[in-house]
T-cell receptor, first 113, second 117 residues
Framework: AQTVTQSQPEMSVQEAETVTLSCTYD???????LFWYKQPPSRQMILVIR??????QNATENRFSVNFQKAAKSFSLKISDSQLGDAAMYFC??????????FGKGTHLIIQP | KAGVTQTPRYLIKTRGQQVTLSCSPI?????VSWYQQTPGQGLQFLFE???????NKGNFPGRFSGRQFSNSRSEMNVSTLELGDSALYLC????????????????FGEGSRLTVL
């Protein structure tokens, strides 16, 4: 079974600084998808960024980018110019086919003003 | 376009009872998937329904079941509730389901928070 590990239960960063959230996963598959989802307090979970495993180029969405290392099975999220609205739980997730999303335990991101 | 709607938002039940949660997906979305979120286990996949058929099921006991109606609305049912079933239950919809997530994304509801006493 696939597993997703987020080793940082909580991270804190100063507003406007850059922070990197770690994620590693375990799979024997070569074709899959990876996601970072954001869950603000008492609000819906929303997709932050998506990466297809067959693409070597790292995905980027505005201030959010990933460092995808397929051989190392690592998928970290970098948030540049952190803003107060970035404060949330961040979940790394793995998907292959219709097997359902496998989520990590999450990282609680705190933004210090 | 209305988002994913889950009802009820909060409910309290006692052990041994059963509960039914409802999820209305975004209009046009044919897939609804369900997740259980607890502090200890995190987010776990329960099952996915696509066009009224269960496509896949996570590693949960048979007490957890679901169904999907012709209008894509979905319900999940938990029978013989246990204390450990206390959780936030999230549903998510997508146009083509988890198998099609390479082209789309999941849209989550705000969840139904179940407390079992």
């Amino acid at each position: 079974a696939q597993t997703v590990t987020q080793s940082q239960p909580e991270m804190s960063v100063q507003e406007a600084e850059t922070v990197t959230l770690s994620c590693t996963y375990d799979t024997s598959e070569s074709d899959y998808y990876l996601f970072w989802y954001k869950q603000p307090p008492s609000r819906q979970m929303i997709l932050v960024i998506r990466q297809e495993a067959y693409k070597q180029q790292n995905a980027t969405e505005n201030r959010f980018s990933v460092n995808f290392q397929k051989a190392a099975k690592s998928f970290s999220l970098k948030i540049s110019d952190s803003q107060l609205g970035d404060a949330a739980m961040y979940f790394c997730a793995y998907l292959r086919g219709a097997d359902g999303l496998t989520f990590g335990k999450g990282t609680h991101l705190i933004i210090q003003p | 376009k209305a988002g994913v709607t889950q009802t009820p938002r909060y409910l309290i039940k006692t052990r041994g009872q059963q509960v039914t949660l409802s999820c209305s997906p975004i209009s046009g979305h044919r897939s609804v998937s369900w997740y259980q979120q607890t502090p200890g286990q995190g987010l776990q996949f329960l099952f996915e329904y696509f066009s009224e058929t269960q496509r896949n099921k996570g590693n949960f006991p048979g007490r957890f079941s679901g169904r999907q109606f012709s209008n894509s609305r979905s319900e999940m049912n938990v029978s013989t509730l246990e204390l450990g079933d206390s959780a936030l239950y999230l549903c998510a919809s997508s146009p083509e389901g988890l198998a099609g997530l390479n082209t789309g994304e999941l849209f989550f509801g705000e969840g139904s928070r179940l407390t079992v006493l």
